[in-house]
């Protein structure tokens, strides 16, 4: 039986699929091949067929990797328990600070491939429409209006949207320092003391 080298990381599938986001996310879907990413992991071509049938199987394993993690945390996040719409915000906005819940490069690099494959742009509009309306139906738990609770799920996902293709570059303080502002203009109402240093709390402030 051949041994892996001692030198050598024992391959999965989690390795190849990791490996494969950070490239699509430095250089495009189109930088996405085998050869490179096995020499960057110093594993052989022929072993990646051991965990996909092809690159396609990649591929799609990537895109299923963001729908999980970024539209499904965001969600999950719309449904989280909540006593106010301020604290139901605040969950929200864990997103935007905690990379472990959404990953913003990741969706940058997603809707950069989507304009050039238009069965990733379906689908892409799809989990767009799925963030949204979990969105509005947060709002609506607490008493908005459908129109009014549509509008203010379009302002977040937009400006969330615009800090991502600007690239902002901010200090994790001070993005956790304007989210109670940010929660006052979204929702119209004023978080409480113990909301948001509940918020600040979780995230280390």
């Known amino acids: 039986m051949n041994q892996l080298s001692p030198n050598r990381p024992r391959a999965s599938d989690q390795m190849w699929l990791d490996a494969a986001l950070d490239l699509l996310v430095e250089a ?20 990646f067929y051991h965990h996909f049938r092809d690159r396609e199987a990649l591929l799609d394993a990537m895109i299923a990797r963001w729908e999980d ?22 969950n929200l906005q864990d997103c935007w600070v905690d990379w472990d819940l959404f990953d913003a490069p990741l969706d940058n690099a997603i809707r950069h491939w989507a304009r050039t494959d238009a069965d990733l742009k379906q689908r892409l509009d799809q989990a767009d429409n799925r963030r949204k309306t979990a969105i ?21 996902l937009y400006t969330q949207a ?44």
């Open 69 to 90: 993690k970024n539209t499904g945390n965001l969600i999950d996040r719309c449904d989280a328990y909540a006593e106010t719409i301020c604290e139901a915000m605040f």
């Open 28 to 47: 495009g879907v189109d930088a996405v091949k085998v050869m490179p990413l096995a020499k960057q992991l110093g594993l052989t071509r022929t072993g």
């Open 136 to 156: 509005v139906a947060m709002f609506q738990r607490f008493g908005y209006e459908a129109d009014d609770a549509e509008i203010r799920a379009m302002t977040i």
């Open 162 to 205: 615009g800090y991502i293709a600007m690239e902002i570059a901010e200090a994790p303080a001070d993005r956790i320092a304007r989210v109670p502002a940010y929660v006052r203009l979204f929702t119209g109402q004023d978080p409480s003391r113990n909301e948001v240093e509940r918020f600040r709390a979780r995230h280390g402030f």
